[in-house]
């Protein structure tokens, strides 16, 4: 069992924190209590937002009382136990991406830097899905983990002004995807034609915490075509499920 915080955050805030390290087990306990809290309380909390390691939940203080909260929440905390990750069902969205060229201008500092070639930073790269951690920095934005040291690299030393849509990059142990054009520092090495973030749905989000992103390499005429279709809204993107450990 876990050590687990409740800290105040402003008048409408609560912050449910466990334990002090980045770990799937641990995120995976912040997903199922946002679930919960939702689901539980959904006349009278305002949001809940998933981070690493913690919970934010949003409440309005003239319906429910921070100490009727904190009750209600120590409750739900002792019920994450009985729930095991094999109660989980976890989406893994493929992401296509166009590698290289345009597309990814630092594919060849990143091949170079670690000491291996552009393919093998690709078949790296597109080996393994990257849990969904959270999300932030921009609308969308994925915190990814499960990436591996053998193709890490130092962010720019001057990020760029503008990072086009839907780039793919790499900094430190860490790789994402841009939703929107906005300043940045990671290294490019590609792009997905997908539509990451869309203001204008309903659901202005491809994917959420809990989520598995899947990178698969396509060529660059592919890209083309992928986006002509996306923008007709004829694209489906490729989802599967599975159940298990960490989700």
């Known amino acids: 069992m876990l050590k687990v915080r409740m800290l105040d955050a402003g008048e409408q805030g609560l912050v449910v924190e466990f334990g002090d390290e980045i770990d799937a087990a641990i995120n995976a306990r ?26 934010m939940v949003y409440f309005d203080p003239l319906i429910v ?24 069902t976890a989406r893994v969205i493929t992401i296509p991406v166009s ?8 594919l060849e500092f990143v091949a170079r830097h670690n000491a291996i070639t552009e393919d093998e ?11 969904v951690y959270m999300l932030g920095f921009t609308p969308g ?16 030393d001057v990020p760029r002004v503008k990072i086009p849509v839907g780039s793919v990059g790499i900094a430190g142990r860490q790789t994402g995807i841009y939703p929107i054009e906005s300043p940045g520092g990671w290294r490019l090495i590609g792009r997905t034609p997908l ?21 698969s390499a396509i060529e660059a005429d592919e890209y083309g075509a992928l986006k002509a279709q996306i923008d007709c809204g004829e694209y489906v993107p490729v989802v599967r499920y599975f159940r298990g450990e960490g989700n």
């Open 121 to 131: 930073v690709i078949a790296i790269h597109t080996s393994t899905p990257y849990l």
């Open 141 to 156: 934005f994925p915190y990814l983990g499960g990436m591996s040291e053998r193709i890490a690299a130092p962010r720019l």
């Open 65 to 88: 009382s921070r100490k009727n909260l904190r009750e209600k929440i120590a409750e739900y905390l002792s019920d994450l136990e009985a729930v095991t990750a094999d109660d989980d």
């Open 30 to 55: 912040v997903r199922r209590l946002g679930r919960i809290v939702a689901t539980e309380m959904a006349e009278r909390v305002l949001e809940v937002v998933p981070t690493y390691r913690s919970l």
């Open 195 to 215: 539509q990451v973030f869309n203001p204008l749905s309903e659901n202005p989000f491809l994917f959420a915490a809990g989520d598995y992103l899947q990178f």
């Open 99 to 106: 590698y290289g060229g345009e597309f990814g201008p630092d």
